[in-house]
Every structure is written in C-alpha cells, then in structure tokens.
C-alpha cells in the first residue's frame, strides 16, 4: 500500500510537471505553438513598420507565430483582414485599428470564438476588448502644446488635429487644449481654428495649413499638429511663405524626417513614445492572453462596452535641447541620421 501510495504520487507530479511544460513557452493551454493574427492600421507609415518589426521579433522570442496584415489605412478592409485572421484559428488577436467605432462586430466575433483581443496603442470601442496597451494620450496632448508655448505663449494659435476616426486623437486634442486653455482664457492666446484630418494623411494636412495661410494672411503663430506626419506638412507650407522655423509646430511619433526638422529648428518638439517598449508589452500581453494568464494593467478605460483593463506606457517630450539625451541616447536615431553629419 505504502508502495502505491508513493507511486501515485511520482505519476500525479509527473503529470503536473508535463501540464505546466506544455504550456511553457510559446505553447497555448492545449500544448500547441501560439498563433498571433496582427492587423495593423497601415504599413506605409514609418511608425507602424517599427511596431511591426519589433512586435514580430519579440513573439518569435516567446516561441510564437505572428500572421500579420495591413488595412492600407482602410477601415471596410480592416474589418475584413480581422475576420480572415479569425477563420485562420489564432489564439489571440492583436489589433492597431483604423477606425476604432467600426471593428466591433469583428471583434465580438473574435470573443464569442474564444480569441482575446489585445487592442495596441488605439482602443477599439463597443466590443470585448481583453486587454489595453497604449501611452497616456492626454498627456501627448500637453507635451505638443508644452513645446510650443515654450517657444511663444502669446499670439494666434491653429490647431491641426489627427483623424476623425482615431479614437486616440480626441485623447491628444484634449491634452494640447487644457493646456492652452489658460493662456486662452486669460487672452494671451487667439485660438484662430482648428481641423481635424482625415486618415492623417500629410496631404490633406498640407491643403488644411495652406487654406489657413491664405485665409488669415499668414497671420499665424503656432500650430499645434496632432503628429509628425501632419506636423511635417505643416512645416512644408509654413516654408512656402517664408515662415519656417519662425512659426513653431508640434508633432508626435519622433520620425526621422522630424527629428532632422527639430535639429534644423523647423519643428519644435515631438513626443517620442517608446515603440519598441509599447511593441515588446504587446508581444508578451498576446502570449499571456493566449494562456490565459492575468496581463498586467495599472488602469482602465471603459470603451463603451466594458471597462478595458489598460497598461500606461509614458511618452517623453524631445525638443532640440534633448536630442542627444532621448532619442539618441535610446538608439531610436543616431546622431549623424538626425544632424547629417
């Protein structure tokens, strides 16, 4: 009996032993190699490109499989690329929407399939959304209007919003807007317009700022743009009339060609938010999903479905006094890319 007793018990933490192994590594509960479906936003932006890479490399790290896909900024197509990765049978599906009021019927279907859904860096509204990874937004906002109102606190200011559907643009308006709100109320600052932009597309932005020259007759002194895309474009039809680097504008993302306007003094900040941190938190928080494991949170949005358990990466502010020491220093950008030399 005692004999008995002792081998039941070797083959109960044997079998403990082999359940915890198979589900070591990239492997789900049922002992097979995790499968990631990615759908991104659009791939032809610099920043999704480096999202993607780092994403992919650390999953591969864990021991998972990444099918990833891009919308080409496309919502119709979003929605569809989601439910193709569904009907692949991924574990865990990870989405940087596009518009993010109009995935939720493919996002309920991912739930209703068993798949938890990691929204990255946007929140998909109205749907079961597992888990939240992104920067605070708001604070963005304060940081774009912060590096202008270093340059100048007075006169009249235009504000270049992002894309109607981007759910974080409403985050990043509100945070640039509080902080000029001061400044407004006490007359320092005339608020001379503003525009959101459609899919941030630097084209659209481009035609936004030249209506605006043209209508106030480039009586314009700052603009506080919602990233370094649109902030570029701004920059491009600031210098047709003479007023680059003479009118201070905000960005986001740190994208080389913005970096480089920072150095030059055309731009006047960019929020740098850590791509590779965001992409490394994503890649583990997929796997953890896919286990079933607890993901780690330190708030929480409620996207009108549910209240989303949400982790806060937090961004850092770069003008051209801290080139060397953020970006640089971080090995986002090296010194010669940024100052040509």
Same mark, same amino acid.
């Given at each position: 009996?005692?004999?008995?007793? =002792? ?16 589900? @070591? ?60 990765? =569904? ?11 596009? *518009? ?108 936004? =700022? ?36 003479? !009118?201070?504008?905000?960005?986001? *993302? ?52 549910? *209240? ?5 990466? @937090?961004?850092?502010? !770069?003008?051209?006094?801290?080139? *060397? ?12 890319? !940024?100052?040509?030399?």
């Amino acid at each position: 009996m005692k004999s008995l007793k =002792i081998l039941l018990s070797v083959l109960t933490i044997f079998a403990l032993c082999f359940i915890s192994c198979s589900n @070591e590594g990239g492997n789900n509960a049922q002992g097979k190699k995790i499968k990631i479906g990615l759908s991104l936003d659009d791939l032809r932006l610099e920043r999704w490109q480096k999202d993607r890479d780092y994403f992919v490399e650390e999953a591969q790290k864990l021991g998972a499989d990444v099918t990833y896909v891009s919308s080409d900024g496309n919502a119709t197509k979003q929605l569809a690329d989601i439910e193709n990765l =569904i009907a692949q049978n991924i574990d865990v599906l990870v989405v940087i929407a596009n *518009d993010g009021n109009s995935l939720s019927p493919a996002i309920m279907q991912a739930s209703q399939d068993g798949i938890p859904t990691l929204a990255y860096d946007r929140m998909i509204n109205n749907c079961d959304i597992a888990h939240y990874i992104t920067f605070d937004l708001e604070k963005v906002g304060r940081m774009q209007a912060e590096g202008v109102l270093e340059i100048t606190n007075k006169g009249r200011f235009y504000y270049l919003g992002g894309s109607p559907t981007d759910n974080n643009a409403r985050f990043f308006r509100k945070g640039a807007m509080d902080t000029l709100q001061p400044y407004i109320e006490r007359g320092d600052i005339e608020l001379i317009g503003e525009q959101a932009t459609k899919d941030w597309l630097p084209d659209v932005a481009l035609q936004i =700022i030249e209506d605006m020259l043209t209508a106030q007759n480039n009586n314009v002194s700052a603009i506080v743009a919602a990233n370094d895309a649109i902030g570029g474009a701004a920059v491009q039809a600031l210098k047709a009339q003479g007023l680059a680097g003479k !009118v201070p504008v905000s960005g986001q *993302d740190a994208d080389l060609a913005a970096l480089q306007r920072i150095a030059k003094g055309e731009q006047a900040v960019t929020v740098y938010k850590p791509v590779k941190q965001i992409a490394v938190e994503c890649a583990k928080a997929a796997v953890a999903l896919a286990k079933g494991e607890t993901v780690e949170s330190n708030g929480s949005l409620n996207n009108g479905y549910k *209240d989303v358990p949400t982790f806060y990466i @937090e961004p850092i502010k !770069v003008t051209k006094d801290n080139l *060397d020491s953020t970006v640089i220093a971080d090995g986002w950008a090296t010194r010669e890319d !940024v100052y040509g030399n």
